[in-house]
């Protein structure tokens, strides 16, 4: 049997999307389930649109997704993706239009030099005298007579008529080939077994069939995969939200969070909804995804994310943590790593992404937190503030045993003085250490933070009175 291929072929016009993400993670499934080849290709033939800011963001939320490929171009020992731009120049595009031109299956068409979008000529002889000349000339595909037929996996057979599809371009006046022809040359070279991508491309697919039948080559399987869709049952765009990949990493989602969610949304992969995808290659697949459209919502991936942050190794949910704040350029927790893995193991319970892991630890590894006006004001500007602070800061002092069981004593006998009530006590106390009123649990941030922390906290709380 011939090796399985499967290929992500984005054009670098933009992030990645998550919807790309998603299609670029079930062709890489496919691949790695059948041992077979998985490459990127940048379709970047739109000298207009495709940029190479955008090429390197792609590059690297796909490497962030940990989404990895197989071959191409050598950069510095690694695989660097194939460019199509890149191919142009080696006439790989024009070898085959040549090819096509000679079996009058496409044509040279000249366009009037002052208006240059007016065609003057077709012809499937080779114009040299325009090109001399300076006129723009183009190729374009014939569309034969009949009906174009192909086999979807997921929609099963699918015919068009020719007649409803005109001529079209495949070479451009500036010698770049358009998407539709590139990608059928591509597919072919690079033995292309299995093309699953957007919905979107369906109305393509019938012209890329037709370039396959010219040339007599075999296609290979197509699934078109319906779009991802907004709450409101459009394709997901940026007017529901941002929907890159990168915005999700920028938030505090993990590349493992997203990949799960992403699996989610349209592959039944079975009774477990927690997975880490890379478990689930020999699971998957293409049959078991859906045909109807599935809807995009963030508030399931944050529940799939803090999952995924409870149930990992506390050492790898640190590493990630730092990392995070790395790529956000936020200020770095200077702490050693037994203190931190209690922070990240005590906090963990409360949030669902990185970024609300930051907000929620930060008095733990930060002096400078800031304390919540609701705080100010429902517990500190109070009459009995200071008189409990005056209490805590002694008993607290005092204290040895700093244990979760140590503090608790220590708070309980604090809210017996009949100053306030024990909520108020406690909430005072919390926000005190921490400036916030939800937190992890009181005895043990007491605990954690420690003695100097908590004594240095309480002294400068009492030092605005
Ligand atoms: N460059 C195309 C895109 O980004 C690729 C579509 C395909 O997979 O054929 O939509």
Sequence with gaps: MNEVRLRFAPSPTGHLHVGGARTALFNWLYARKMNGKFILRIEDTDLQRSTKESEKAIIESLKWCGIDWDEGPDVGGDFGPYRQSERVLKGIYDHYARIL???????????????????????????EKYIKE???ITISFKVPEGTTKFYDLLKGDMEF????????????SDGFPTYNYAVVIDDHLMKITHVFRGEDHLSNTPKQIMIYNAL????????????????????????????????FRNIGILNTGLMNYLALLGWSVGEEEIF?????IKNFDPSSISNKGVVFDPE?????NGKHMRIMDLKRLWCEFTEWIHFTNKKMPE?????????????REKVNTLSQLYDFSYPFFFDDYVYEQKFIDEYLKTSYAKDVLENALEYFAQLKDWSIEGTEKVCRSLSNTQIASKNKVFQLLRGVVTGKLVTPGLFETLSVLGRERVILRIKRALSNF
């Design 335 to 347: 702490s050693d790593e037994q203190y931190a893995l209690r922070v990240m193991s005590m906090c």
């Design 101 to 127: 031109i000679d079996k009058q299956m496409a044509y040279y068409t000249v366009y009037d030099k002052s208006d240059r979008k007016k065609p003057i000529l077709n012809t499937y002889e080779y114009p």
């Design 276 to 280: 880490d995808v890379r478990e689930k």
């Design 161 to 172: 008529q020719n007649s409803t599809i005109e001529d079209f371009v495949i070479i451009k």
């Design 216 to 247: 007599q080559w075999e296609t290979p399987q197509f699934m078109h995969i319906p779009l991802i869709l907004g709450f409101d049952r459009t394709p997901l765009s940026k007017r529901h939200g941002a929907t890159s990949v990168e915005h």
């Design 134 to 136: 300076g006129h723009d």
């Design 300 to 304: 399931k991936l944050e529940w799939v």
